[in-house]
Every structure is written in C-alpha cells, then in structure tokens.
C-alpha cells in the first residue's frame, strides 16, 4: 500500500474496509510485503489532517431552482416595503413613554460624564444611590441614543432610521449565519424575510427603546458568525485562539447594550460539547477543550461582575401594575400565571394577531384557579417546545447539511428566553413584546432549517408565513406613526388594561376632551379596584377640580397621594400639591396649607406651591379662617417665589392684592411700582384678589 494514496480520512476509511473484508490467508500472503515506513508516514500524514484540516469535507448544498431564489428574493424585498414609512417618522407627534430613557436622560444631551454613564441604569437614574431603579444597566446603548442626539438633536428622523437600519442588518445577518450553518441561498434568504417582516418586532424597533435588543442580537449574531469556522473547525487550531478574544469581546458588549447577552457565552460554550459529540476524536481536541474552558471561565467571570456591579438582579419598589404577578403572595398562583405568560409569548411568536404595547394589569387575570382554561396555552406551548427539541436533536448529523442549525437556533431561543421568563428572577412586565426580538431569530433559525433538513419542497408554507407576516406588518407599522396614534389604537382594543386606558385618557386630556378624559380615567380606575395606580386617580381629580366639582376632586386626589406611582412619569411633589389645592375649596384651609408645605418639603424650589400656599394662608389669615400669623408667612413664600422667579407677573401681582387686602398699603405700591416698571404691558391694573396657578400634567 502505497502513503500518497491515502489523502483524507476518507481514504483511509476506504482502506480500513477493504482491509476489513480481506480473508485470512490473504492476511499471511501479505504479511512479509507491508511497508512499515510507509504506514510510519501515512500515520504522520493523518495526525496533522487531524490537527491542522478539516475533519469532514463541507456538506454539498444542492442549488436552488431559479425560481425558488427568485420568490426567496421577491420575499425579502417585500418584507423590506413595510418599515419605509418608518424612515421618515420622527419626535414631531411627542415621545412615546420613551422620553424618561431619552429626552430626559442626562447622558444623551448634557457633557458627556463617565461617572455618571456608569453610575445610572437605563433610564438615568442612580443605580445606588437613587429610591428606584430598573437596574438595567445598557450604557452602549445609551451611547448610541448620544451620537442620534449629536448628529440631529431630537429633530428628524435620525433615531427612528437607526433602529430600521439595525434591524435590516440583524434580518441580513441571521440569514448568513443559516447560509453559513448549511441552509440553502433560497432558504437563508427567506429565514432573513420571515425574520425581517415578523410583525412582533414592530414594538423593538418603532418604540426607540427597544434599540437594546436589536444592538445586543446584531452583536451576538457577528459573534456567531465569526465562532462558525472554530466551531466547526474549518480553520486551523492557532486562527480559533486568535478569534476567540474579539468573540468574547463582541459578547460582553452585547451585555452591555442589554443584559441578555451575557447569556450568549453558553450558545458558544454549549456549540463546543455539540461539535465534540459529533466528532468523538475532537472530544479530545487539546485546542476544543482550551476554547471551552475559557469561554466558561470568562462568561462565568462576565455575569458575576455584571451581577455584583448592579447590586443584585432584584428591581427595587416593584411596580405592581407593570408586573402584578411579582407581588402577589401565592407562589402557586405566581407560578401557574408565569406558565399563561409563556403561553402567551409562545402565541405571539407564531400567531401575532393581536399586538398591543402593553400588557399590565389587569389585560391578563391571575390564575388563581388550576382548573383555568387558559392553561392549556402553556402546555401546548411546552409540548411544541419539546417536539421543535426532540426535531432538531433528530436530524443532526456531521455529513448533512444543516443539521447543527435547528439545534443551534433552540439555544438562541433558550437562553434568549429564560432571562424574561420571571423564571430565574422577576422582570419589571407582564409582557413585553420587544423581549421576543432575540427569542425570534432563534424560533425561525430552527424551524426554517428543519424545512430544508426535512421537507424542502414544503418551502411554499414558509411562503405564505413570510407573506402573512408582510401584511400584518404594513398594518402594525402606521400605528406606531407617533405617540397619539399609537396611544389610540391600542386604547381603542386593549380595553382591560388600566395602563392603556389611562395613557389613552392623556391623548384626549390633551386635545382638551374632558368629559371622554374624564370617562377613559374612570374606566382605568375601575379596572383596578384597589386603587394602586396613583395616576388615573390624580389626573381624574384635575379634571373634576377643574369642572368645579371640589368635593369629587379632593376625593379622588386623596385616593392619589396614598396610591403608587413612577418618579419617571410625574413628581410627587404635583400630586400633594393639587391635593392642597382641592382641600382650600372644600373649606379645609389648614389642611390645604399643611399639604402645601408637604410639597415644598419635597421639592423647596417648587414655586407653584409657594404662590398658592401664599393665596392659601394670606386669604385665610385675612378672612379670620386661619391665625393672623399666616399672613406673614404667606409674604414670605411669595418673596422666596419672586426671588426664584423674578420675571413671573403672577407672583408680583399676588404680592399686591394680598399685602392691600391686608392693609399693607405702602408696601403694595412700592411692589406695584417694581412691577410696573419691570414690565409695564403686564401691570396694566392693581389686582382685587390672589390668583391661583393651576394647570394640567
């Protein structure tokens, strides 16, 4: 047997075979004429194929029909059409709930500050020193939000661009890492338009917020990219080592746009044991096992210090409207309604009929009894997990093309899954559509390749999923035009949830629809009976007071300064002071003034409530309804607010009427005088009585 006839494993499979069949006598013919040395050579020749080559030649893919290709094309450019209009919208209709994040982050539009950057969590407020935080901790992220400011400010449509752009990439990328995993030109293709015109991705990309999770997948899916050939070993053990440290990089920084990618060192330290099992030798692989090692060791190193950095995982004061199961006290009805949530995730992913931007209380009931029916969701949605499971294990094997894709995609749906799960900790939404962005890539990736792996010619259902998608997506993507169309859509067919109600109420508080603010209020009131939300309530008691109806007013607002609300979303300082406010026209006047104070003790610089406080306890010195010496302190507050604004006319006319109404005439003309000369077109005639400054939040 000659050594240059043996070239491959191949080869020497071939051998071994014929080897195997040759018969015993044949053995003692040949025994005196075996070359020693050339098994010597054809020995070294197999260690370094071992070593240095690929094991397994590269599966031949058969080409696609001219017309397969030209659908898949056809696909992914339609699936392109929908988000076109979303390149020209922009701030002009108002921030959707995003501007906490980013109009008034700090970080995005004041000096850069490091410290800061890293001190303060996605939505710029203190992770340590602060009464709440989120504990999402995404400073590139918010670095991106900064370069949109910088190029347009909050003009444009910068931001919006960004984020359609970004996820045209990570639909464009997730079709090369299919392609680059065995999938057919055609098939990668339309794994890239199923991924790019799934209408669940409306929210992450429209809703600038979301831009976390399509930064953390477009850098987890060039990361994927780049640990293929390692993986797979179709490169040489020294160019694995070289890649390994700008894979482990692109990983953290995918952490550090959002916390999920952490997660993503196990995809690659899993996709070692994967190709390990596949090829028995490599398990023994010295530079297999040296990867493997240090992506355990560096991920487990990642996540602690990520972990220990934030404090812990636990959002501190949890709001129990966003996430009503985290609080309730029955583990039982926690776990059961946690199980509906994976359900219900499950549905969106495969069936997203009907989208909404929010899901909190109480659009989905407790499960408080297990004889629910709704259960039956989840336990559908974990039978079809386990069937995609025991699939993807079925068809792998080294010789066929993309058999590690299906596999690979159930871990990208896995880890991507279990973070927003409230399974290893508690998340601060019921549900959240954009937390499905990665989790798809992943469900797609797998179910495309196990078409191509099982039936290709069933590629016409891929078809038709991707064209349902298109359509859904052209009708989803007008609706998130602005804040007000939106707010009005989802209000309009979200109807049991007590925040979409309220925001809904907003939009008409706005356009100055009292009587259907005041109707939308009270049905977000009604849906939470226990009176949690303090906003509903507080923004129905402007309206009442407003209308003139005191009694309902105070009534609601009492309700509202005892309930819960977001620092992000209001101060609490407004809340006590319209509270004040209602109190002095039910004839409570020390208790107006008392309340009045609680405000400027939150907020000492809060000159609406020194000017009313001042009109409170000047008026009711002067009626006899308060001690004399309110007066006093109601001249003081109204100096302290002229000095903190001393171009408001409002506050020097107040000073006048109640310093004349109190007999104080010499001062009242010589404040008269001061006004008038600083502004003569505003002084036109003494004041008669102290005026109220009261306004919509």
């Known amino acids: 047997m000659n050594h240059a006839d043996v070239g491959t494993l191949e080869d020497l499979c071939a051998h071994v075979g014929a080897i195997n069949k040759a018969s ?65 919208y922009d701030f002009s209709g108002g921030f959707f709930m995003d501007d906490a994040m980013i109009k008034k982050n700090p970080n995005v539009y004041e000096e850069l500050n490091w410290q800061r ?47 359609v752009l970004l996820n045209l990439a990570c639909s464009m990328l997730l079709g090369l890492l299919g392609h680059a995993l065995g999938l057919s030109p055609d098939f990668a293709l339309i794994l890239a338009a199923l991924f790019l015109a799934h209408p669940i991705h409306t929210e992450s990309v429209l809703y600038i917020v979301g831009r976390a999770d399509l930064l953390c997948l477009l850098l987890l899916l060039v990361a994927t990219l780049l640990y293929t050939p390692c993986a797979k ?14 894979c482990v990089l692109l990983i953290v920084a995918a952490g550090l746009c959002k916390e999920t990618g952490f997660c993503f060192f196990g995809l690659l330290a899993g996709w070692e044991i994967l190709a390990g099992l596949l090829e028995r030798r490599s398990l023994r692989n010295a530079a297999r096992l040296a990867r493997f090692t240090a992506l355990m060791l560096l991920g487990s190193l990642a996540c602690a210090v990520r972990v220990w950095y934030t404090g812990g995982t636990a959002i501190d004061n949890m709001d129990p409207h966003s996430n009503p199961i985290a609080v ?23 069936f997203p009929n009907f989208l909404s931007y929010d899901y909190s209380y109480d659009a989905i009931p407790l499960v408080l009894d297990a004889a629910d029916c709704r259960l039956m969701l989840p336990l559908a949605s974990y039978l079809g997990f386990c069937i995609l499971l025991v699939l993807s294990l079925s068809v792998l094997n080294p010789r066929k093309a993309a058999s590690e894709a299906p596999i690979i995609g159930m871990a990208i749906l896995l880890l991507s899954f279990v973070p927003m799960s409230n399974v290893l900790f508690p998340v601060g939404t019921m549900i959240g559509e954009r937390l499905l962005y990665i989790p798809s890539a992943g469900l797609l990736l797998t179910v495309v390749s196990l078409f191509f792996s099982w039936w290709r010619r069933g590629a016409f259902l891929l078809w038709i999923a991707c064209s349902l998608g298109i359509w859904r997506c052209a009708l989803r993507v007008p609706e998130w035009k602005n804040s007000t169309s939106i707010t009005t859509a989802d209000g309009l067919t979200q109807r049991n949830s007590a925040r979409v109600q309220f925001n809904l109420a907003n939009v008409y508080l ?104 001042a009109c409170a306890a000047g008026l009711g010195a002067i009626t006899g309804v308060l001690p004399r010496d309110y007066y006093q302190h109601a001249i003081n507050a109204l100096d302290q607010a002229v000095r903190l604004e001393p171009g408001n006319v409002l506050y020097w006319r ?36 102290c005026s109220w400054e009261f306004y919509f939040r």
Do not use: C
């Open 510 to 613: 706005q356009a100055k629809k009292y009587d259907l603010a005041l109707e939308t209020y009270q049905r977000s009131i009604n849906i939470d009976p226990t009176d949690h939300d303090a906003l509903p309530l507080y923004h129905a008691g402007q309206i009442l007071f407003f209308k003139g109806q005191h009694e309902d007013a105070a009534r609601y607002l009492e309700k509202a300064v005892n309930g819960f609300f977001s620092p992000l979303t209001i101060q609490e300082e407004e809340i006590w002071h319209d509270y004040a406010l209602s109190l002095w026209f039910v004839q409570k006047p020390e208790a107006s003034v008392l309340h009045f104070q609680k405000a400027l003790a939150i907020n000492p610089q809060f000159t609406k409530a020194m000017n009313n406080m």
């Open 24 to 88: 015993a006598e044949l053995w003692h013919e040949a025994a005196g004429e075996v070359d020693l040395e050339g098994l010597r050579r054809i020995a070294q020749q197999l260690v370094k194929l071992s070593n240095d080559g690929p094991k397994k030649p590269s599966p031949q893919v058969p080409p696609p029909s001219w017309l397969q290709l030209a659908v898949a094309v056809l696909l992914t450019l339609a699936a392109a059409a929908p988000w076109l209009p979303a390149l020209r």
């Open 654 to 689: 107040n000073a006048v009427a109640l310093m004349s109404a109190g007999g104080d005439e010499s001062r009242a003309v010589a404040t008269w005088q001061q006004l008038v000369a600083m502004d003569p077109q505003g002084a036109t005639n003494p004041p008669r009585d």
């Open 117 to 163: 950057l890293f001190r303060t969590d996605y939505w710029g407020l203190d992770m340590f020193e602060g009464d709440w935080t989120h504990k999402s901790f995404r400073p590139l992220t918010v670095l991106t939000f900064r370069w949109n400011h910088a190029v347009g400010s909050f003009e444009g449509s910068g931001f919006h661009i960004v984020n």
């Open 328 to 350: 309730h006290d029955d583990r039982w009805v926690r776990l059961k309604t946690y199980a509906l949530l994976h359900g219900i995730y499950m549905k969106l992913l495969i």
């Open 233 to 246: 070993e179709l490169k040489s053990q020294s160019y694995g080592l070289l890649l390994l440290p700008l």
